[in-house]
């Protein structure tokens, strides 16, 4: 697999980073020409012309194809250097998926370094609630040292939900986090990219997150020192995602830092702690769902939004959030699907606290949902029929009253 050079172009008020890509496998020749990533022309400064981002963002594809890789532009030797140790780490993890430890070959080994140390500390902002809390924990004034201060923020499109397929959805997202973070006083950097949507046949949506939203930081990372990436799952978990705090800060560069932030706290705590902040009432967007004339709206019925919609409830701030703009029922938490492990585990963590403030009726809908999750798995696998049935019944049957606020 071939990697070019970088280019840059200007096209009215857009510059687009691509790099051309050549891959060997017969199944997959033709199929991926470049990778790109675009931005607002007035973040030109923000733009590296070095082959990291690329190279990361290659790196799940060519693991699965088993294909080595061969960089013709300029790379990081510590990101090499991590990228090798990396690819250990996930090979171990994910071994069916990626098949094997590539040999990355790079002719020009060039530190990168920072213009006019400029010591920019930016995060990575997708308007959920870890992105919030990361925010929140670094502003000037929470965040003592000066040297850690987040001044910027990144919003990814095409990595981020809504996908930009969703443009309505992803415009009004923009403008929804220009506000919010314009009265923090942080400067909002938007982007789009095909890097997610470049090897989402070959890898799963949670592997290709990671490195297409550290690939895109390093093609900006020209004006960045710190960069901190959202944890979503504290230290005590297994659960292993294309970004996590195991391996995140080995994509660092000779200039750039990444971190991997909050996993000392868990997601109740962080929502919580973001349910004290007014700035987030209006602009909380944890949903995966673009649904038309939603707008920028959550559609309060997917597994995330009712997860999140019970924390909120429980802990008397749902009533703050507009944008989740249905009320929450126990029929929707009983339709619920909460198939992930990830899912599965922060219910738990939900029904411990909903136990522990004497909501014992919040608690019996939760565990109810996740043995109907169960259920449910297995027989649309195995009974379809039977699984729609059950489905309708539940549809029908279900108690639509209304989950009271607070405990």
């Given at each position: 697999m071939i990697l070019h050079e970088p280019e840059i172009k200007k096209a009215g008020e857009e510059i687009t980073i691509s790099s051309r890509v050549e891959i060997n496998s017969p199944n997959t020749k033709g199929r991926l020409k470049s990778l790109w990533v675009k931005v607002p022309e007035g973040q030109g400064a923000f733009i590296s012309d070095y082959s990291n981002g690329f190279a990361v963002a290659l790196l799940f594809l060519a693991m699965n194809l088993g294909e080595d890789l061969e960089i013709r532009g300029k790379m990081s030797?510590?990101?090499?250097?991590?990228?090798?140790?990396?690819?250990?780490?996930?090979?171990?993890?994910?071994?069916?998926?990626?098949?094997?430890?590539?040999d990355i070959q790079c002719e020009k080994l060039i530190p990168q370094t920072q213009e006019n140390n400029t010591m920019i500390n930016a995060c990575a902002f997708s308007g959920g609630v870890d992105s919030f809390y990361t925010l929140w924990s670094h502003l000037p004034g929470k965040e003592k040292l000066d040297g850690f201060q987040i001044s910027h923020a990144l919003f990814v499109g095409g990595v981020s939900s809504p996908t930009l397929e969703d443009e309505e959805t992803y415009k009004l997202s923009k403008l929804s986090y220009e506000k919010v973070t314009q009265k923090l006083n942080v400067k909002l950097l938007t982007a789009e990219t095909n890097f997610k949507e470049a090897i989402l046949d070959k890898v799963s949506k949670n592997l290709a997150y990671g490195t297409s939203l550290i690939g895109t930081i390093l093609i900006l990372s020209q004006k960045f020192s710190h960069f901190y990436i959202s944890s979503g799952y504290p230290y005590q978990t297994p659960f292993i995602e294309g970004t996590n705090f195991r391996t995140d800060h080995l994509l660092s560069t000779e200039s750039l830092e990444l971190i991997n932030d909050?996993?000392?706290?868990?997601?109740?705590?962080?929502?919580?702690?973001?349910?004290?902040?007014?700035?987030?009432f209006s602009h909380l967007r944890v949903c995966w769902h673009s649904i038309?004339?939603?707008?920028?709206?959550?559609?309060?019925?997917?597994?995330?939004?009712?997860?999140?919609?019970?924390?909120?409830?429980?802990?008397?701030?749902?009533?703050?959030?507009?944008?989740?703009?249905?009320?929450?029922?126990?029929?929707?938490?009983?339709?619920?699907?909460?198939?992930?492990?990830?899912?599965?585990?922060?219910?738990?963590?939900?029904?411990?606290?909903?136990?522990?403030?004497?909501?014992?009726?919040?608690?019996?809908?939760?565990?109810?949902?996740l043995w109907l999750s169960s259920v449910s798995k297995w027989l649309k696998q195995k009974a379809p029929a039977l699984h729609q049935a059950l489905c309708t019944l539940l549809g029908k049957k279900t108690s639509g009253q209304e989950i009271s606020e607070g405990n």
């Open positions: 030797p510590r990101l090499l250097f991590g990228m090798m140790e990396f690819q250990k780490c996930f090979k171990l993890w994910f071994s069916e998926t990626l098949r094997k430890i590539i909050g996993a000392s706290v868990s997601r109740l705590q962080k929502t919580a702690v973001i349910a004290q902040w007014p700035e987030t038309p004339d939603m707008g920028f709206n959550n559609c309060c019925r997917c597994a995330k939004c009712i997860r999140t919609m019970v924390s909120l409830s429980l802990l008397g701030a749902l009533s703050k959030y507009p944008t989740f703009p249905k009320p929450l029922r126990r029929r929707d938490i009983l339709n619920a699907r909460f198939l992930s492990d990830g899912d599965r585990y922060f219910i738990h963590e939900i029904i411990d606290y909903a136990a522990s403030e004497g909501r014992a009726d919040v608690a019996f809908y939760l565990r109810c949902a």
